[in-house]
């Protein structure tokens, strides 16, 4: 099931200000996910009214933790897991950002092996394609 925008994300994900790099999702389910995120001046990873390319790969590893938060939620597993980002691959930059862009990260799970889960991803703009590349995260319970 996919669910409609979800206003509080540090409910479904660890980070705090300053490093919170997404506002909110659009949609999420079982393997896919679609988080937004608008860049202010002042923001972290913001260098002289460019947003930095390492941010957007944050942007993507904090979808996949909201997208392991809000399953945790519905599942109300009473085990927290905790995730790794692990390696970032193939991943292609097709244009800058500046200040006061808004972006979707969509990820898709396309595979799990063990406790590693591996996300393709595409980042966005006015339909516009900004970036795309997988990451692989490993995701564990915490005892």
């Known amino acids: 099931m996919i669910m409609d925008m979800f206003k509080d994300i540090t409910k479904i994900i ?18 896919r996910a679609c988080a937004e995120k608008t860049f202010l001046p ?4 913001n260098h002289k ?3 930095l390319e390492s941010v957007l790969i944050e942007c993507v590893a904090q979808t996949v933790a909201a997208h392991f938060g ?6 109300n597993t009473q ?10 691959d193939g991943f292609i930059f097709f244009h800058r950002l500046s200040e006061h862009t808004k ?4 990820i898709n799970k396309k595979d799990q092996v063990g406790d590693f889960n591996i996300y393709e991803s595409r980042i966005t703009s006015r339909e ?7 990451i692989k ?4 319970h915490e005892e």
């Open 14 to 31: 660890p980070h705090r200000n300053p490093m919170i790099m997404i506002d909110c999702y659009e949609k999420i389910d079982k393997n």
């Open 42 to 45: 002042g923001d972290y990873g």
């Open 49 to 51: 009214g460019t947003v």
């Open 70 to 75: 809000y399953n945790e939620m519905i599942e």
């Open 79 to 88: 085990n927290k897991m905790f995730g790794m980002l692990v390696s970032v």
């Open 103 to 106: 972006i979707k990260i969509k």
């Open 128 to 134: 516009k394609l900004i970036a795309e590349g997988e």
């Open 137 to 140: 995260v490993f995701k564990s």
